[in-house]
Every structure is written in C-alpha cells, then in structure tokens.
C-alpha cells in the first residue's frame, strides 16, 4: 500500500512516553503506518509502506542500537529502501528518519531531539516545517496534545497533495497497552474529526485508561470511573455517541 503521508513520531521528555501521529489521503492509514513499543520508541513506516521495517527497527533498539543506527541496519537489508519513507524516535529521545529517492515530491524530513517529522507527496515542504515548529513550541503540553497540534499544523500548511481520508493518533506510557489509540479511517475532514475523537477521549477514555491495572498495581477501577461509564454517552462530560440501544 502506498501511504503517502505526514507523520511525526516523538517522545515527552518529562513522562518518557512515546507515540506517533499521522494522517493522509489513503483510508486508515492508523492500521499499518504507527507502531510503538512501551520504554523503547516509535516508528512510521509509510510510502510504499513495510511493516517489517518497524519491527526490524524496534528489535535492534531492543537490541541496544540507537535510532539512527536501528534505522540505518533495517534500510540497508531492504531492496526497496528506495520507496520508503521512515520516522524513527527512540526512548533517549534520539531520532531518524529516511526518504527513499523515489518518494514521491514533493517530500520533506525534520529531526531533533525527541522528535522525527516526515511526509511524501505534500502540498510542499511547508507542511513538514509546520509539523516540526508545533512541536517544539508545545513543551509544557501533554504528548497526545502536541501531536495532534503537529497534525493540525501540518494540514493548515497544506497537508497531502491529493486529499484527506484518514487519521490516527497513538501513545504509550510504560505499560503494554496503549494510553492513546484513536483512528479516524475514512472522513471528508479526518484531522478535525481525530481533534473531536480526542476531546471525547480526555473526558470519557483516559480517566478509564488511568484506572486499569498497572504492572505494579493490580487496582480496582476507581468508583467515578466506574458511574462515568455507566450512563449514556450523551450524559457523559463531552457528550457525543448516541442513548439509543
């Protein structure tokens, strides 16, 4: 599948939680561009897009290896590295990302600390330099928050070429779940939809996500949580779903 995309995969210094965002004009793009492993990172992996790539990547960080050289080892075996387009972070906050020569224009990369920010076939390389400044100017905001600003950033700068379709946005803390898995598949308008998804999902998910047990606390769902998600979604705080049976 080629999932000519925006991406930015990154860490939060502060809670060392690592995720992904992305969205393009392909239909869930949340399905097999984002992967994550809790305490070691993140990858995308789009373009002519190769799942074995991420786990290529997050076996060698397992292994030891760094972003840049998990990501330079798994580019180096695959044939077709030249259609590839990869977004690597790792849990030190070191970073990569790799633009096949036959990527479709245009395509643009940023790195730093903490973060890897990449798209093919953009409206320009604007898109990219959004992405890249929403994140360095949101510090002080949780990850699932900057990421979603990145995206919507990145599609106020003009986003994909050919359209919209999808969206998703990732996150994992320290356990094996993840704290965030949210994915809009197929929408006229998937960033804005993702942003409404998100909004629900501090109100209404994360305090459920919160509550399960942990690897070193096999905890009862605390007794709000448990009365919040007892009534209809429309009585909830944010609304949204539907009371009908």
Request: hydrophobic share 45%.
């Amino acid at each position: 599948m080629e999932a000519n995309t925006f991406s930015i995969v990154a860490r939060c210094a502060r809670t060392g939680e690592l995720g992904v965002a992305v969205a393009s004009a392909v239909p869930a793009v949340g399905s097999m561009c984002p992967y994550v492993r809790p305490a070691l990172g993140a990858v995308t992996t789009q373009s002519w897009v190769n799942p074995y790539l991420a786990s290529a990547i997050l076996d060698a960080i397992g292994e030891g290896a760094g972003a840049e050289a998990a990501l330079a080892a798994a580019m180096a075996a695959d044939p077709e590295a030249h259609l590839r387009q990869v977004g690597v972070v790792d849990a030190a906050g070191g970073s990569a990302s790799w633009t096949g020569s036959s990527c479709t224009p245009a395509h643009a990369a940023a790195t730093g600390t903490d973060y890897a920010a990449q798209g093919n076939m953009l409206t320009g390389a604007e898109v990219i330099a959004a992405m890249e400044a929403s994140f360095q100017e949101t510090a002080d905001e949780p990850l699932g928050e900057r990421l979603m600003r990145c995206l919507e950033a990145a599609q106020v700068a003009g986003g994909d070429m050919r359209g919209r379709q999808s969206a998703a946005l990732l996150v994992y803390a320290g356990e094996a779940f993840a704290r965030l898995d949210l994915r809009v598949d197929e929408d006229a308008d998937p960033v804005a939809r993702l942003r409404q998804t998100f909004e629900i999902a501090k109100l209404q998910l994360l305090p459920f996500i919160d509550g399960m047990p942990r690897r070193e606390r096999p905890s009862a769902f605390p007794q709000e949580v448990m009365d919040l998600l007892l009534k209809s979604p429309p009585d909830r705080p944010g609304g949204g779903g539907s009371s009908q049976p």
